[in-house]
């Protein structure tokens, strides 16, 4: 069955400190694995968006990785800030269509002052 | 360029009512997708549809229904409402970037049914 796990479900962390979030993923045929942010009643934003033969991918303070070998991807974020807030989604696609889009249950992350 | 936009943001209806959505994509950007958002199933696609066609659908019941029109904007219908489809609707435009279709996601709809 094609799924997509993350963890933690919550994390709380101070102001400033880094953190990794995890995704697993049982899903094939692979075509591309993507983060998004999801503030609070909005709508997600793209953060990363890797194909089979990446295996790292930043954007500013957040950078992702896939190790396609053993399923699995992170999402590490340095130097958190209270804006990095919200709710962390992992999204797998088996094709380059909408359809086949499996979605993780989303990691939410809480920055404390 | 404008990003995608939904309307209205929030609605509240009755049982038994039928509601209507409307997203508007990017400008260029001719794939729309509609996802349904609950904190008990997360993001749960509905349909796709691509120069108004219809070119996939989720696993959802016929009261769930969509169109797109020739500018590209599209609505989403939703007979018969029950409690169970208070939800956030969300709309995703899409772009062709060769190995992947890049999706840029509205704000959504808050939908409560009463």
């Known amino acids: 069955k094609n799924q997509v796990e993350q963890s933690p479900q919550s994390l709380i962390i101070l102001e400033g400190k880094n953190c990794t979030l995890q995704?697993?993923?049982?899903?094939?045929?692979?075509?591309?694995l993507r983060w998004y942010k999801q503030d609070t009643g909005r709508g997600p934003v793209s953060l990363t968006i890797?194909?089979?033969?990446?295996n790292t991918k930043s954007n500013g303070r957040y950078t992702a990785t896939l190790d396609a070998d053993t399923k699995q991807s992170s999402l590490h974020i340095t130097a958190s800030q209270l804006s990095d807030s919200a709710s962390y989604i992992c999204?797998?696609?088996?094709?380059?269509?909408?359809?086949?889009?499996?979605f993780g249950s989303g990691t939410r992350l809480s920055i404390r002052p | 360029k404008a990003g995608v936009t939904q309307t209205p943001r929030y609605l509240i209806k009755t049982r038994g009512q039928q509601v209507t959505l409307s997203c508007s994509p990017i400008?260029?950007?001719?794939?729309v997708s509609w996802y349904q958002q609950t904190p008990g199933q997360g993001l749960q696609f509905l349909f796709e549809?691509?120069?108004?066609?219809?070119?996939n659908k989720g696993n959802f019941p016929g009261r769930f229904s969509g169109r797109q029109f020739s500018n590209s904007r599209s609505e989403m219908n939703v007979s018969t409402l029950e409690l169970g489809d208070s939800a956030l609707y969300l709309c995703?435009?899409?772009?062709?970037?060769?190995?992947?279709?890049?999706?840029?996601f509205g704000p959504g709809t808050r939908l409560t049914v009463l």
């Open positions: 995703a435009s899409s772009v062709d970037r060769g190995d992947y279709n890049e999706q840029f």
């Open positions: 995704c697993n993923y049982t899903v094939s045929p692979f075509s591309n």
């Open positions: 890797m194909t089979f033969s990446e």
């Open positions: 999204v797998v696609l088996l094709q380059s269509s909408a359809s086949k889009i499996i």
């Open positions: 400008s260029g950007h001719r794939s």
């Open positions: 549809y691509f120069s108004e066609t219809q070119r």
